[in-house]
């Protein structure tokens, strides 16, 4: 019985320890894809479409900058990405969520790109605060929507 009891202590304690935070290398390569065989058009503008389709209202686009911001007030979880994210533990209904996308010409043909999302907070004093999501699910299944859309794209001849 003494036996079962510490054994169930140990699994309670280990069930319970918190992961340690990430590097930044290791949040650079959950964040960042490469993009190869299509033009920065293409990327940009697969990026845009995916957002705008899982319901995001682009806030600030700059392409010559390889930026798009673009942020979304979940009521549901209906879409794979918000599913994958509510199943991370982390999607909260109501609240804001913000993404911001920086994308980089390598050259002609291959486009690096990195995501970034965030769970925003509105703070009393008018300003807000955003809290990183690094969930791997999340990022790979926003990440194979936006692959699928270039590829689609590439298949129209647009990239």
């Known amino acids: 019985m003494k036996k079962m009891l510490a054994a169930l202590s140990v699994l309670f304690i280990v ?14 390569a959950l964040q960042s894809r490469t993009f190869e065989s299509t033009t920065m058009d293409n990327v940009f503008r697969a990026f845009k479409t995916v957002l705008q389709d899982e319901g995001y209202v682009i806030k600030n686009q700059d392409m010559n900058g390889g930026l798009i911001v673009a942020e979304i007030q979940k009521s549901d979880s209906n879409s794979a990405f918000w599913g994958a994210l509510a199943g991370s533990g982390d999607y909260k209904t109501g609240q804001v969520y913000e993404v911001s996308v ?3 010409s390598v050259n002609k043909s291959t486009i690096e790109t990195r ?13 807000s605060q955003g ?29």
């Not at 320890?17 to 650079?28: E, G, K």
């Not at 995501?115 to 300003?127: D, I, N």
């Not at 809290?131 to 001849?157: C, M």
């Open 15 to 28: 069930g319970c320890a918190t992961q340690p935070p990430m590097s930044p290398q290791q949040r650079r």
């Open 102 to 104: 920086n994308l980089e």
């Open 115 to 127: 995501l970034t999302l965030q769970e925003k907070s509105l703070m009393k004093s008018g300003g």
């Open 131 to 159: 809290n990183e999501i690094l969930d791997a699910k999340v990022y790979q299944t926003l990440y194979q929507k936006i692959k699928t859309e270039v590829e689609r794209r590439k298949a129209q001849g647009k990239g």
